[in-house]
């Protein structure tokens, strides 16, 4: 079964830095990787889109929020992804959810999404 998992969140004070880190593994079949996405989710708030990526022609697509502060990039086995957050704002508090985009052969194409991790930005 295919795993998603997130690593790098934590607190950071205003205009701090934080990289989140992603990984898809568990893969028993060839496939194909479409795209990797973050998402965030604050409380009392929907899920929104903040960054993608889609592969394997690196093309990114950034949240309004998000532009000029984040950068989203693959790794080279494009099962990897990062978001390196710049500028951070109270506003940015959130779980930051990791969501890949892929198909194995013989099998439709789907997406999973890792579990989540906390980005606090407080002074």
């Known amino acids: 079964q295919v795993q998603v998992v997130e690593s790098g969140g934590g607190l950071v004070q205003p205009g701090g830095s934080l990289r989140l880190s992603c990984a898809a593994s568990?893969?028993?079949?060839?496939?194909?990787?479409?795209?990797m996405s973050w998402y965030r989710q604050a409380p009392g708030k929907e899920r929104e889109l903040v960054a993608a990526?889609?592969?394997?022609?690196?093309?990114?697509n950034y949240a309004d929020s998000a532009k000029g502060r984040f950068t989203i990039s693959s790794g080279n086995a494009r099962t990897t992804v990062s978001l390196q957050m710049n500028s951070l704002k109270p506003e940015d508090t959130a779980v930051y959810y990791c969501?890949?985009?892929?198909?194995?052969?013989?099998?439709?194409?789907?997406?999973?999404w890792g579990q989540g991790t906390q980005v606090t930005v407080s002074s």
């Open positions: 969501n890949a985009d892929f198909r194995e052969i013989g099998l439709g194409r789907r997406a999973s």
């Open positions: 990526i889609t592969l394997p022609s690196g093309s990114t």
């Open positions: 568990g893969f028993t079949r060839s496939f194909s990787m479409y795209a």
